[in-house]
């Protein structure tokens, strides 16, 4: 499994091209399941597990991986499948989201996948599983499960949404009140947390649940003849989205004359050196790893001090 995974050089390659690398595996049955390669940092045999006490009933236990603690994650039993029982010869995901470091236990690994975001599909509504997706696709006629991972961490250690310190009696703040900001993010819980944060700041709030759906209702309001500057404070948009991704919005608002000069934040899990290098490469004003309301409330305040 060693060399499965690109180098970030190549990877960056897809970014504003609207495509995305999947890593696709089994869990406890047949039915192939992916997530971004993005988020991947490897692939591996699980090393020695230590079970700890008083753990959640989704986390198998930890293991030990040069110099990190890691629990792992049975992903299986954490979007409402039968639990997989973790031996020597398990297979482990270690992913990186929101700054954090975990591995995820799986059946197996199966291939990584180059697609186009427009081949990337809502999910279907519906009980069961259904809730713990962000998206699917076909790859060769077989469905594929892309899992909305932030919700399955955010059941095992809750977001936070509160403003701490004196921010909310900041004077420039006190000008967000009223202001109309659009949210674009497929993950209903990046979009709670969102919610839960700025409507602190008495914010007005739009929501797009894709990139597409973004680009046409901003498109929509230019056409009534709204200045979008004045119309808009700003924008958060994912990263990562079915039908358009972040990247590509971003670069539609700088290519249409009526959008160009929107502030556009990209609020995405994914973290480290390849997201500000993205940021520059396709025009964002700023960038945010998610879940985290201090920044997120000093994001605002560096927009409203730019009116200033």
């Known amino acids: 499994m060693a060399g499965i995974l690109d180098s970030v050089d190549q990877r960056t390659q897809l970014v504003g091209e609207n495509r995305l690398e999947i890593l696709m595996f089994r869990l406890a049955g047949r039915q192939l399941f992916a997530i971004n390669v993005f988020k991947v940092q490897e692939v591996l045999q699980m090393p020695k597990l230590t079970l700890m006490p008083h753990r959640h009933p989704f986390v198998c236990g930890v293991v030990s991986l040069r110099g990190q603690t890691l629990p792992v994650i049975d992903l299986s039993q954490a979007i409402g499948m039968r639990p997989i029982v973790p031996d020597e010869r398990s297979t482990i995901i270690v992913t990186e989201y929101n700054r954090s470091v975990q591995a995820f236990l799986v059946g197996g690994v199966d291939r990584i996948l180059n697609l186009n975001w427009d081949s990337i599909l809502p999910p279907p509504g519906g009980a069961g599983r259904q809730h713990y997706l962000t998206a699917i696709t076909k790859v060769e006629e077989q469905l594929v499960e892309i899992i909305d991972v932030e919700k399955v961490l955010a059941e095992i ?20 009140r009223g202001r109309e900001v659009l949210l ?112 997120l409330v000093d994001v605002i305040r560096e927009r409203l001090m730019l009116d200033e």
Request: hydrophobic fraction near 40%; proline fraction near 4%; include cysteine.
């Open 184 to 295: 674009v993010d497929d993950s209903s819980v990046a979009l709670a947390q969102l919610r839960d944060t700025l409507s602190q700041l008495g914010l007005k709030l739009h929501v797009a649940t894709d990139g597409l759906k973004g680009l046409n209702q901003l498109k929509k309001w230019a056409d009534e003849g709204h200045v979008m500057t004045d119309k808009l404070l700003m924008i958060f948009t994912d990263a990562e989205m079915p039908e358009m991704d972040g990247y590509r919005l971003t670069t539609e608002i700088r290519n249409d004359p009526r959008l160009k000069d929107l502030y556009v934040v990209l609020h995405t899990s994914l973290s480290g050196s390849f997201n500000e290098a993205m940021v520059k490469k396709v025009g964002c004003d700023n960038f945010l790893s998610k879940f985290q309301p201090d920044k």
């Open 157 to 176: 250690v809750p977001y936070n949404a509160t403003i701490t310190g004196d921010r909310l009696t900041d004077p420039v703040l006190e000008k967000a």
